[in-house]
């Protein structure tokens, strides 16, 4: 399981080096150190953000960082997705769980959640798969979960964000049939975008029919770690 994706390893880099460099924090604690690294943080991932959104940027990577809170209080949330993260990984090792901020990008390929060919219908090995996930998801009941939908580039291109936004559906309801709360979830389906293998192989559009999940706090997780920074 990768621990910190790369964006996040490039800004906690700079950030670090910036900071570190500067005399005014070298007499401030851990704490005062974290919330100020937090706040430049997030006004860079803002920036990355603002200059990708359109152009890739509704992604699980991109949900994930948009959802940042920064600061200590950032700190706190990340502790407890390293924890969930690890368990997810457990759960289902056929899975690419990625730290990413302060969430998790979950990748379920066709090795995991696998439909019939030009059907939204989830086979008894993908219904398999998501029972693994389940008890995960209940006993992190405080995050949202945003489940994108991907297809290779085989047909039209109408044809496919139709296919997967009804795939990325069709892996929220079983979820919610299976007792998890139906408003952790919003549904999106990006069809032939953002390839992460060649379309041009068997193998390589293999990889790209998949679901990915972007993983982050919810409104109750973010006064926790509050309430927890206060004490």
Known sequence: MKKISVIALALVMSIGTFFTSCESLKNTNNTQRGAGIGA????????????????????????????????????????????????????????????????????????????????????AAAKA????????????????????????STGSADYNLKLSGERASSVKSYLVAKGL??????????????????????????KNRRVEFAITANEKMIQDAQKEEGK
């Open 40 to 123: 430049v943080a997030g006004a860079v991932i803002g920036g990355v953000l603002g200059n990708n959104l359109g152009k890739g940027g509704n992604t699980a990577v991109g949900a994930v960082l948009g959802g940042a809170v920064g600061g200590v209080v950032g700190g706190v949330i990340g502790n407890k997705m390293d924890k969930q993260a690890r368990q997810i990984d457990q759960a289902l090792p056929g899975a690419e769980v990625e730290r990413v901020g302060e969430g998790i990008k979950l990748v379920l390929n066709e090795n995991a959640v696998r439909f019939d060919t030009n059907k939204s219908t989830l086979t």
């Open 129 to 152: 798969n998501l029972d693994k996930l389940i008890p995960v998801f209940q006993e992190y009941a405080d995050t949202n979960i945003t489940i994108f939908g991907y297809t290779d």
């Open 181 to 206: 709360s139906s408003s952790r979830f919003k549904v999106t389906g990006l069809g032939i975008a953002d390839p992460i293998a060649s379309n041009e192989t068997v193998e390589g559009r293999s």
